[in-house]
């Protein structure tokens, strides 16, 4: 049974940015600031309309509802947070706009960002020439790899790390013999080129590997596709693109023949019941279990409760709306690695971004209320979370832990490939 933690010690975590408890300021000074450098502005990149906006909206509340908590504590270096927010439409020539906005007029010093891939993708090349650290929360690994700077971190994973800490395990108990379908964009093509290489290092092979267009409807034309001698069936869809997969799959009995594994984006703001069993029996890799009793401390409890999610499907209470738990919780992280990175630079301005990095490169957060995800470290070449993860399966109607990956397992299974510590600020 987890130790029950008061409100002031709860804070007191939180106000650490994940640090030793005993570097926590305990003082909680509602707008107590120091003013003489005035509010620290921190932009949020946010996808609140437009195809991914069931995601967006709760990065919204899960953002505002951290910097509410940092200012309880007396915000950040005795700065007060003020959050701008900014919608990127979920489209990347409407998001590269909002970037500069936030940076060039609203005078962000600092962006927490899309979780939309295509527009993430869009934003870096600009942080980076405005010299503003971005903190990536979607999934394609080219944010943290190939089209990585300086200014580009997550605390979260991207298909390079999803795909090292699932596969080896999913192909030495699925099967061998692999097919993948998936969303024909940048989140879709770096899963399948991730998948694909550890699939095969694992001992497996890929025998389809199918891309579909974002606008498709019929989904029968491409699951024809997929060979009977499939044996694992890796789908990568997000939204409505997922509901027409996995209706239309199970209605072709594809569930019968072979098993399903994918990243849970797949499944993010859909609760299984809600889809008639499409997706039983399907396993998800999960960032943050989104059912509470797969991690059950006192933390993971607090974030439900502060964001209004039951914890089961979190799912808002007294209403209908499902959270995108396994990305939503880096928007609320986020905000607290900053935090942490910040103070131990010692920033004042602009001009000091480059101690922010060097703190935040191999960065480590503990499991509290700033870190509800857990324990984690920003690994110094590529600036991507290192965590633990985890693998559930809907059961019942309900996503249910079928194993924990630890963190180690994570680091062993990821060389680097890119060391952005070593390029210029």
């Not at 309880?72 to 900014?86: D, M, P, S, W, Y």
């Not at 934003?123 to 300086?150: C, D, M, N, Q, V």
């Amino acid at each position: 049974m987890a130790k029950k933690l008061s409100r002031r010690s709860f804070l007191g975590c939180a106000l650490a940015g994940g640090a030793a408890a005993g570097t926590a300021n305990l003082t909680i000074m509602r707008d107590a600031f120091a003013q003489s450098s005035g509010p620290l502005v921190i932009g949020h990149h946010c996808d609140m309309t437009g195809v991914i906006s069931s995601w967006g909206v709760w990065h919204d509340k899960a953002a505002r509802a951290a910097a509410d908590i940092i200012n309880q504590g007396g915000g950040i270096a005795g700065r007060k947070v003020v959050l701008a927010t900014e919608d990127t439409e979920s489209n990347p020539a409407s998001g590269a706009r909002k970037l500069r906005n936030l940076i060039q007029r609203a005078n962000a010093e600092f962006v927490i960002g899309s979780v939309h891939s295509g527009v993430m993708l869009a934003a870096i090349p600009i942080a980076s020439e405005l010299k503003t650290i971005y903190f990536s929360t979607g999934e394609a690994t080219e944010a943290t790899g190939s089209k990585g700077t300086r200014y580009s971190f997550r605390t979260g994973t991207d298909t390079y790390s999803i795909a090292a800490a699932s596969m080896p395990w999913c192909v030495e108990n699925f099967g061998k013999a692999w097919s993948i379908i998936y969303a024909d964009y940048a989140w879709g093509q770096s899963t399948n080129q991730e998948s694909r290489a550890f699939i095969e290092k694992a001992g497996g092979k890929i025998i389809n590997s199918i891309a579909v267009p974002l606008d498709t409807k019929d989904f029968v034309p491409y699951l024809a596709q997929i060979s009977a001698d499939t044996e694992v069936l890796l789908p990568a869809f997000i939204g409505s693109l997922s509901l027409g997969f996995y209706t239309q799959a199970k209605s072709m009995g594809l569930d019968k023949k072979m098993k399903m594994f994918s990243s849970s984006a797949s499944i993010e703001s859909i609760a299984p019941d809600d889809i008639q069993g499409a997706a039983e029996g399907v396993y998800f890799f999960e960032n943050f279990p989104r059912m509470l009793s797969s991690k059950n401390d006192e933390y993971h409890k607090e974030f439900n409760k502060r964001l209004n999610i039951d914890d089961m499907d979190a799912r808002l209470i007294g209403g209908q709306a499902v959270m995108d738990k396994s990305h939503c919780w880096q928007a609320w992280e986020d905000l607290f690695a900053l935090k942490q990175a910040i103070e131990k630079a010692g920033y004042k301005t602009r001009k000091d971004v480059e101690g922010v990095i060097q703190a935040l490169e191999g960065m480590e957060m503990k499991n509290s209320l700033g870190h509800p995800q857990g324990d984690k470290m920003i690994r110094k070449e590529d600036h991507v979370g290192i965590m633990d993860c985890y693998i559930s399966r809907v059961v019942n109607g309900k996503l249910a832990l079928q194993k924990r990956v630890p963190k180690e397992d994570l680091l062993k299974n990821m060389p680097v490939r890119h060391n952005l510590s070593a390029m210029p600020v």
